[in-house]
T-cell receptor
Framework: DARVTQTPRHKVTEMGQEVTMRCQPI?????VFWYRQTMMQGLELLAY????????DSGMPKDRFSAEMPDATLATLKIQPSEPRDSAVYFC????????????FGPGTRLTVT | GENVEQHPSTLSVQEGDSAVIKCTYS??????FPWYKQELGKRPQLIID?????GEKKDQRIAVTLNKTAKHFSLHITETQPEDSAVYFC??????????FGDGTTLTVKP
């Protein structure tokens, strides 16, 4: 049963520290999405990639957030420096990209910035 | 960009009753409409989806209807059970691109 994996599952850090979240998409999926979920804002798209190329990162605060896909099996989301308002659950999702439109979510990284 | 509105934000029903959640979207280019169920502390999971070339789709106790002209789609759950209690999200998407999500509906099924 193929699943999207994310690490770490929980992260507590102090304001100003760098945070790196990792995602391993389902093997063969060529589209990767990063979402942020908070009580106030719901599920927001931060960025997405197809075939490792960024297609849209308009939802991401560019001054502190960056997203990359170093290879087809790894996507990263970095926050530097982190702020308390970044506290949220960050989900990665992957999909096949063409034909089949389904997205499969990872378990999420719960980030707390104090 | 796309805007998705979802109603109601909370819904409480008795076990065995039906539940209906409605969403409207703004971008006529959207052609794929998934529904996700999210239990507390878990990931969103796809429960049913519909493409714009179809008006209705059913899967056991769950159905989704789509009205492209009015730009709205609805989730119908029949014979609700306590394990249906969760937050339900609708979304609208153009093909396999980015999703715009509704704000979610917290469904409580009372035994």
């Amino acid at each position: 049963d193929a699943r999207v994996t994310q690490t770490p599952r929980h992260k507590v850090t102090e304001m100003g520290q760098e945070v790196t979240m990792r995602c391993q998409p389902i093997l063969g999926h060529n589209t990767v999405f990063w979402y942020r979920q908070t009580m106030m804002q719901g599920l927001e798209l931060l960025a997405y990639f197809r075939n490792r190329a960024p297609l849209d990162d308009s939802g991401m605060p560019k001054d502190r957030f960056s997203a990359e896909m170093p290879d087809a099996t790894l996507a990263t989301l970095k926050i530097q420096p982190s702020e308390p308002r970044d506290s949220a659950v960050y989900f990665c999702a992957s999909g096949l990209g063409t034909g089949n439109y389904e997205q499969y979510f990872g378990p999420g990284t719960r980030l707390t910035v104090t | 960009g796309e805007n998705v509105e979802q109603h109601p934000s909370t819904l409480s029903v008795q076990e065995g009753d039906s539940a209906v959640i409605k969403c409207t979207y703004s971008d006529s280019a959207s052609n794929y409409f998934p529904w996700y169920k999210q239990e507390l502390g878990k990931r969103p999971q796809l429960i049913i989806d519909i493409r714009s070339n179809v008006g209705e789709k059913k899967d056991q106790r769950i159905a989704v209807t789509l009205n492209k002209t009015a730009k709205h789609f609805s989730l119908h759950i029949t014979e609700t059970q306590p394990e249906d209690s969760a937050v339900y999200f609708c979304a609208a998407r153009v093909n396999a691109g980015k999703s715009t999500f509704g704000d979610g509906t917290t469904l409580t099924v009372k035994p």
